[in-house]
């Protein structure tokens, strides 16, 4: 089946032809993987194919697609949402199943995705009780135009998703922010039913199977879910890196996965790289896939006079890669080249300092289920500190991505599994081999955006990694992504109350250091300002004898403040708006110092447990809210904390 929306194209496909878009398909999280294979993805072996049948109850003529443009702009293309309405039913006891919930039986409430349906209830008893989660059920209809073959995604679900379509079970998948996939067969003219149970109990038994967070166990479909037409062959997970030449021009060196779903033939994959009035073709090799394989192909073209990408002038140009009559994917790519000098991070040949503060995925009321005004506040508050950085612990959604690289903000960025400091819960082969597939999803699904600047394996890492596991994923991820993409930085957090003394083998691939440095707030609470200052210092000049050859950030430091405090004392406005200044004033004072983040830009909500950690033994009288992270330069409601405009001035001043 030839998709309709590729019939009778030819070439690659224009601009109006590539309107709808899709995120990367293959190989994400959900698809069986050879855990050992490093460049060529196995053939997805979980996607089970259903049609409407006796189990749908109700399949029926479509009086409304039920579709939406995605809110992601790059992908295979042909991507449309299922925005909704849908509807959610939550299942305290869990007994939708012998309710008949898999099959639609409920009527449950209507929300719009993305939905977290305990997302207003986050502090005292009751967000104790939101916080250990429950059981949601969502369903909605839709129909597409020509029946066929479908791509049915999902960006993330929270924890535990278990997909019926027409009352078929399609499967199961385990993990949030890891995008998932299924294929089927739709009809036309039919309205399908969706079924989606959404399992998010437990947060302690998550954190045992290597699933723990450091912000609020918000439960349900947390970001899109979408469907695509399925034509002959497939193109996904293209990857890109520019390497810029002593004459002034670019080698750009492009890969994609193509996928070929017939007999074994030559797949006629073709591309160009194109800004404005320029095109620059992409010339990719004439090589036979067999049937249901997957290959990956390479190209290479240069740029005479390329349009760099970098922070004050994010150039970007459109990467489009076809297959005529079968297939399409686009992204908005930026030529840019990451290298480092010593222990300088150069962009394009130039230092850089990495300045800003780190963000949650986090928006009252809807907690890590933003919307697409949601992110683009996110980026407005960035720019609004002067932020030419950010950090986040987790992998971010696709579309904030691409706002990132739209305004020419930089992104260090967590993937791989979140642990709390000098922990890890990644134990035994099952956990590792879990650990290992999670980097490589996030690898394919973001590789090709120019604001990500460092894969960051480890959160807070202590002295020379955990014993149970941790040492030997760090060597094997640290290493193959230098392998997969030289073109970025490969980086590890290190716990600044416990780094190493002598960094060890573990550090071997590692390009840059993060450290974590809360000196006036979780140490020396109370000391004199000229203490704190020298005591950081001191802590930096540690670090650099222990990482001499390595880039240097600091990727968290800050402190608390809200109105329950006296200004002028710890937790108060005006305590966190100093402290800030001091740290932002002495790191910019020293050599060498690679970046300076702020943690965090917003307050966000955590374990409703959180009551400020070991503050309260150096300040026994402050006042926190409990299960709020205050840590933000902007309260959780938006507005605009003391510290913000302290935060913008000491960049400028920096930058200046």
Known sequence: MVPATM???????????????????????????????????????????????AGSVRARTAASSGLVPSVIHGGATGRMALAGPWR???????????????????????????????????????????????????????????????????????????????????????????????????EEGVQHELVVKADWRGPLRMKKAGWHRTWFNFGGINREVSVRPVGTAELTAPTIQTRLQPDGSAKVDVTIHARNRINARSLPVSGVLRRGD???????????????DTRVLYAQVTVPKPALWAPGSPNLYDLEIGIPGEAGYVEKVGLREITRRGSDLLLNGQRIVLRGASIHEDAKGRGDAVTAADMDGLVKDLVSIGANATRAQHPLHPALLERLDAAGILLWMGIGPVDAPGAWTSRGSKLQAQARRRVRTTFFQTQTHPSLIAWNLVNEIAGN?????????????????????PGRLVALDVWGAHPPKKAGAVYRNIDAIGDTNYIGWYEKTKARRSTVRKAIRDHIGLLRRVFPDKILAVTEFGAEANRLNPTNKPGGFRFQADLLKLHLDVYSSIPKLSGMLVWNLRDFAVAPSFAGGSIRKQVPEIKIVKGINQKGLFEYSGRRKPSADVVKAAFARAAG
């Open 465 to 485: 990694g955990h014993p149970a596991g941790q040492i030997p994923y760090i060597r094997t991820m640290s290493a193959e992504l230098k392998r997969r993409d």
């Open 7 to 53: 019939r009778r194209r030819r070439g690659i496909l224009g601009a109006a032809a590539l309107a709808l878009l899709v995120g990367v398909g293959v190989p994400v999280a959900g698809q069986a993987q050879n855990d050992d294979a490093v460049i060529t993805p196995v053939k997805p072996a979980n996607l089970a194919k259903v049609s409407p049948g």
């Open 88 to 186: 959610v039913q939550t299942d305290r006891y869990d007994h939708g199943r012998l309710k008949g919930y898999q099959a639609g039986a409920f009527e449950g409430s209507r929300a719009m995705l993305p939905f977290s349906p305990n997302a207003k209830t986050l502090t005292g008893k009751a967000g104790a009780e939101s916080f250990r989660g429950t059981v949601a059920w969502y369903r909605t209809t839709f129909s597409v135009p020509t029946g066929g073959d479908y791509r049915l995604r999902f960006e993330s679900v929270n924890h535990r998703a278990t997909v019926y379509l027409d009352g078929r079970k399609l499967g199961t998948h385990l993990g949030e922010y890891l995008p998932f996939e299924y294929l089927v067969g739709l």
């Open 278 to 292: 320029e095109r620059y073709p992409l010339s990719f090799p004439d090589i036979v896939v067999a049937r249901g």
